[in-house]
């Protein structure tokens, strides 16, 4: 990251099963990773010892085909492979993961559909391709100025109950909801100069849809939704001008400095104004959760939890070596203005009821984000902010 400042390493994260569904992660419960090792082993030893487990399913393991947003060989990929080749290890062999990078079985969109037809049994997938499937998904990840930090997105999944409100949203769509995946914040990376609101118009960006191409939309620009694969390329021809991806480290191995002369971030208080936590996450097909022993169901939330800690950390020390390699390339870190922050929060508030007025679910996780928001200690926005905007219900 560029501000190391703006988020800081998780080293806590609470932990849910799906007996918590209801009321949220279950609350006081944080561990550090040498405790959840105690704990996966406990989970293990019980799975192995427990009497409902066939010996074939023991042997053979329930099978997941889980394909990620990542592409191959990037250190988000690489995090993800490793953890999903330990997890048969961590069930006593009763769950094995098959690692698949992004649209190695389904295209970019079309994960969760495969997940739902059984094409795929999992996905870690970037939530932001949610809104597609249903609105409510614009809200289970980053959008323009909401939630900034990391622990922020906690709170919302767990003292604020999104966590019960997303396991319902992924049942309805035939799957189970894991756990969230803490990543990055986003970058534009730009083959010309944006130095403030007012040059992005007329520029032609990828942006992934939904909520957040709105809001460029709304301050000039022309927005385009390409998948991950196809980004490169078109910069690469001039197709467009600027895209989002994802963060330092990522992005320059997948090469954008060679292909993009500019990096275009928020100001010091908020490095990145359209998706600063750009989570991703962990689902499984309904009827696969179903199948695990109830003790491994318990287990597979926590060991999403883990895996989140291990992934955030490292993308963030990837990221400390990446950005001075920016610099050696001649690649220029353009900061946009306090002013610009403003301006861009401003066109963006009108949108966030916009979506959360799409459908009751929509309603009802906007509303845990909107707590949150209002926390004494998160204080993003004030009622004068939202002044003359309603909520539906």
């Known amino acids: 990251m560029k501000d190391n400042n703006s988020q800081t390493p998780i080293i806590t994260e609470t932990i849910a099963s799906d ?46 085909r889980m394909q990620s947003s990542w592409q191959p060989g990037t250190t988000g990929y690489k995090t993800f492979e490793t953890w999903a080749n330990s997890v048969q290890e961590l069930t006593s062999g009763e769950v094995r993961i098959e690692p698949f990078p992004a649209g190695a079985v389904a295209g970019a969109f079309e994960v969760a559909d495969a997940v739902r037809n059984g094409v795929l049994e999992g996905q870690n997938w970037f939530t932001v391709y949610w809104p597609g499937k249903m609105p409510a998904g614009v809200f289970l990840t980053a959008y323009p100025m909401g939630l900034s930090m990391p622990h922020q997105w906690d709170m919302m999944f767990g003292a604020y109950g999104g966590f019960g409100i997303a396991k319902d949203l992924y049942r309805k769509q035939g799957q189970e909801f894991l756990g969230h995946v803490h990543h990055d914040l986003n970058l534009i990376h730009s083959k010309v100069p944006l130095r403030s609101l007012d040059d992005f118009k007329g520029v032609k960006i990828r942006m992934p849809g939904g909520i957040v191409a709105e809001t460029f939309a709304s301050i000039g620009a022309r927005t385009t939704l390409l998948p991950g694969s196809e980004v490169y390329p078109a910069l690469e021809k001039g197709t467009i001008d600027a895209s989002d991806y994802t963060g330092a480290a990522v992005n320059y191995e997948l090469g954008f400095w060679q292909v993009t002369d500019y990096i275009i971030m928020g100001p010091p208080s908020t490095p990145c104004l359209h998706q600063a936590v750009d989570l991703m996450d962990i689902g499984i097909n309904r009827r696969v959760f179903e199948r695990m022993s109830p003790q491994v169901q318990d287990l597979m939330h926590d060991l999403v939890a883990a ?22 390339k001649g690649v220029e870190i353009i900061h946009l203005s306090e002013e610009d922050a403003d301006r861009f929060r401003k066109a963006a508030i009108p949108l966030w009821f916009k979506w959360a007025n799409k459908d009751p679910d929509a309603t009802r996780l906007f509303k845990a984000h909107l707590r ?21 219900g």
Not at 309 to 324: C, D, M
Not at 379 to 391: K, P
């Open 19 to 64: 007996s918590d569904a209801s009321q949220g992660i279950r609350a006081g419960k944080s561990r550090t990773r040498r405790d959840f090792l105690k704990v996966a082993a406990a989970g293990s030893a019980a799975a192995v010892a427990a009497p409902w487990v066939s010996n074939v399913q023991a042997q053979e393991g329930i099978r997941i």
């Open 307 to 328: 895996y989140s800690r291990e992934h955030y950390a490292a993308i963030q020390a990837a990221n400390a070596e990446a950005w001075p390699k920016y610099q050696e």
């Open 372 to 392: 949150t928001m209002q926390d004494p200690a998160v204080a993003l926005i004030t009622d004068e902010d939202i002044a003359g905007q309603q909520l539906n």
